[in-house]
């Protein structure tokens, strides 16, 4: 007992010696941190992750099958890869992993009719149902 009580007096007086008043902010080396600071913005994540790949459609397009496939589609894992704008995930979270899997599902099938052709027409498609 003797050492709860003893934490407790040791709290109080934490907070009684550290208050707000014994700080300071220093405005004049805030602003030159803003002001030397390098400011970089990409296009997107999903654009720097489909170039990383390789460029290739055809990689890019197996890449993302593979990424469906494995069970990452109900993420929107693999239309990151394709292109689309990270937004696409949140749909695909907010739908239950793209409408139960529905849609990660076609999405597969698609990519495998894609790369049968030997086109890459989903690459960049910014719709939800990137078939339609």
Same mark, same amino acid.
């Given at each position: 007992?003797?050492?709860?009580?003893?934490?407790?007096?040791?709290?109080?007086?934490?907070?009684?010696?550290?208050?707000?008043?014994?700080?300071?902010?220093?405005?004049?080396?805030?602003?030159?941190?803003?002001?030397?600071?390098?400011?970089?913005?990409?296009?997107?994540?999903?654009?720097?992750?489909?170039?990383?790949?390789?460029?290739?459609?055809?990689?890019?397009?197996?890449?993302? $099958?593979? &990424?469906?496939? /494995?069970?990452?589609?109900?993420?929107? %894992?693999?239309r990151?890869? =394709?292109?689309t704008?990270? #937004? +696409?995930?949140?749909?695909?979270? $907010?739908? &239950?992993?793209? /409408?139960?899997?529905?849609?990660?599902? %076609?999405?597969?099938?698609? =990519?495998?009719?894609?790369? #049968? +052709?030997?086109?890459?027409?989903? $690459?960049?498609?910014?719709?939800?149902?990137?078939?339609?």
């Amino acid at each position: 007992m003797k050492k709860v009580f003893a934490a407790i007096v040791a709290v109080f007086a934490f907070v009684a010696v550290a208050n707000a008043t014994n700080y300071t902010v220093d405005e004049a080396s805030i602003d030159a941190l803003f002001t030397e600071a390098v400011f970089e913005v990409s296009s997107s994540a999903a654009t720097s992750m489909s170039a990383s790949i390789g460029g290739d459609p055809a990689i890019t397009n197996v890449v993302a $099958l593979v &990424v469906d496939w /494995i069970g990452l589609g109900g993420l929107g %894992i693999h239309r990151l890869i =394709l292109g689309t704008k990270p #937004i +696409n995930c949140l749909w695909y979270f $907010l739908t &239950v992993g793209g /409408i139960f899997g529905v849609i990660p599902f %076609i999405d597969g099938i698609m =990519l495998i009719i894609d790369l #049968i +052709n030997g086109s890459a027409s989903y $690459l960049d498609n910014p719709a939800f149902i990137m078939w339609i």
